[in-house]
């Protein structure tokens, strides 16, 4: 079955610190990928996409994400997280063949001082 | 250039009762897509509207419909609502030219059912 998993339900990391959220998915084919963020009472912003091409990919806000086809992840990561990073974050998954966005169930994410 | 706006942002219902939520697509794109995230969930496709036209669904009950109109602004309604259409309905737009998947989210518009 298709599906798109976030196994960190939680992560409380350090200001100042690296952050890495991972996402795993299980489809047919290679789908199109993405990483969004959600701040508390908010809607969701775009940090970056993978289409083709170069497996690391760079986004808004200092993130980067890298495609990895072997493991079928798409691993988001920052070098160095702020207090304003504190938020939910969604890994998402379409498909060439479709126009819907399949979502993860979240990382939540707590930035401590 | 404005993003995708949603109105209103909250709204209060009782059970039974009828709701329609407004999106307003990004400019230069023509596809509105409704999703729901119910607390603690990640979003749920509802329906994308192309051409005035229902293009694709997920697994929604028919109580969940939708209209687009030639501006490309689209509503979503929710009749005999229940308890569990509590949720953060999004809509989110997207056009030809970036691809119909990548798609922009709006602000969101909180229902709460009692």
């Known amino acids: 079955a298709q599906s798109v998993t976030q196994p960190d339900i939680h992560i409380t990391v350090s200001e100042g610190a690296s952050l890495e959220l991972r996402c795993n998915y299980s489809y047919g084919a290679t789908p199109y990928l993405f990483w969004y963020v959600q701040s508390p009472g908010q809607g969701l912003q775009l940090l970056l996409k993978?289409?083709?091409?170069?497996?690391l990919v760079q986004g808004i806000k200092g993130f980067e994400a890298e495609f990895k086809r072997s493991q079928s992840s798409f691993n988001l990561r920052k070098p160095s997280v702020h207090w304003s990073d504190a938020a939910e974050y969604f890994c998402a998954v379409g498909l060439p063949s479709d126009y819907k966005l399949s979502f993860g169930a979240g990382t939540t994410v707590t930035v401590r001082a | 250039d404005a993003g995708v706006t949603q109105s209103p942002t909250h709204l209060i219902k009782t059970r039974g009762q009828q709701v329609t939520l407004r999106c307003s697509p990004k400019s230069g794109h023509d596809t509105v897509s409704w999703y729901q995230q119910a607390l603690g969930q990640g979003p749920q496709f509802i329906f994308q509207y192309y051409e005035e036209e229902e293009r694709q669904r997920g697994n929604f009950p028919d109580r969940f419909s939708g209209h687009q109109f030639p501006n490309y602004s689209s509503e979503l309604n929710v009749n005999a609502l229940l308890l569990g259409d509590s949720a953060l309905y999004l809509c989110?737009?997207?056009?030809?030219?970036?691809?119909?998947?990548?798609?922009?989210f709006g602000p969101g518009t909180r229902l709460t059912v009692l």
């Open positions: 993978y289409f083709s091409g170069d497996t």
């Open positions: 989110a737009s997207s056009g030809f030219r970036r691809g119909y998947n990548e798609q922009f």
